[in-house]
């Protein structure tokens, strides 16, 4: 297959990286310094964006979000052929942003504390949740070309609406890193800072991990979504608020159970990624002309497909409800 890949930085260098032994690759990006190291990598690149998406088939748009937006409307100007996604950390904004065009968007929720084709990998998609942007205006060839890439990468397929995506993206991946901030300038407001940090353990790093993030970074993608995570910043702080008052007048089982609560979220997401990565799961075929169907269907249900397996008529693949 042909494929287009506007901006090599971490996520887009990692597709190209992870592609480029199975496809025929086309790079584009105006950062000259990333024009150079891509080419060195065996990826063809190309001056602009129309000359980029000239013959492909498929093209993955993965600049920032406004960029992005910018770029999807230029591509539906062209009239092009060609299927397109893109990996933005918001969905609904970029679906506005592709009307006239044979999309389908999605998100790897993968990455590093690496920024640009310097420190693009492939790996970091490996039992990675993928999501799959899903609308009954989404074709199915679309689709099959999109799950296609997202399996070849070695992530899980995670169906969802966009909006629905959206929502769940402020609580799973945007407020960690608002929270993680919080945490490290409180740490580092401390008159005891300096010996906190020489101190510190596991915890400490897990925590404080995003941060190095590159600030300019996180600011684009919890930008879009500032409302809702504004709310759930909110929601965090009522319970902060609940943990304090069991600090200062709760006992010793009360503060026991405020933190048992918390633990079972995580223990149903780890048993659910650990029956995926073994191969378990539910048998599903699903006709190619009634994939966006099935997946729509599956989104509601909240589940993660893996295994996918392409036939002439039809696609199997597994599927786990969370």
């Avoid at 009954?136 to 099959?144: G, H, M």
Wanted: glycine share 8%.
């Amino acid at each position: 297959m042909k494929i287009t890949i506007v901006g090599l930085g971490l996520i887009g260098g990692s597709i190209a990286l992870g592609l480029k032994n199975k496809h025929e690759i086309t790079g584009f990006d105006p950062d000259f310094n990333t024009q150079k190291l891509a080419t060195a990598a065996g990826i063809k690149m190309v001056p602009d964006l129309s000359i980029a998406a000239k013959n492909a088939e498929l093209i993955v748009v993965a600049a920032p979000t406004t960029i992005s937006e910018e770029t999807l409307k230029e591509l539906a100007k062209q009239k092009i052929s060609a299927i397109v996604t893109d990996i933005c950390s918001v969905k609904a904004p970029l679906l506005d942003a592709a009307q006239g065009l044979n999309y389908a968007g999605s998100h790897p929720m993968a990455g590093s504390n690496e920024a640009g084709f310097g420190g693009a990998n492939p790996q970091i998609f490996l039992n990675a949740p993928w999501a799959i942007s899903i609308t009954k205006e989404t074709t199915n060839q679309a689709a099959l070309v999109v799950l296609q890439m997202i399996n070849e990468l070695g992530a899980f397929v995670v169906p969802v609406d966009p909006r629905d995506h959206d929502e769940s993206v402020v609580l799973s991946s945007h407020l960690a890193h608002v929270v993680a901030s919080a945490y490290a300038r409180s740490v580092g407001e401390s008159e005891f800072a300096q010996l906190a940090q020489l101190l510190a353990g596991g915890s400490f790093r897990d925590l404080t991990r995003v941060t190095r993030s590159p600030a300019d970074r996180t600011a684009e993608i919890v930008w879009p979504n500032r409302k809702s995570l504004s709310k759930v910043v909110e929601a965090l702080s009522q319970n902060l608020d609940k943990l304090q008052g069991l600090l200062d007048q709760g006992s010793k089982a009360d503060i026991e159970e405020y933190l048992k609560s918390a633990s079972a979220v995580r223990i149903i997401s780890d048993e659910t990624l650990n029956k995926v990565k073994s191969g378990k799961g539910n048998k599903v075929v699903s006709k190619n002309n009634e994939i966006v169907n099935d997946l729509i269907k599956a989104s509601e249900n909240r589940i993660m497909a893996t295994h996918f397996e392409f036939g002439g008529e039809s696609v199997n693949y597994l599927v786990n409800e969370i």
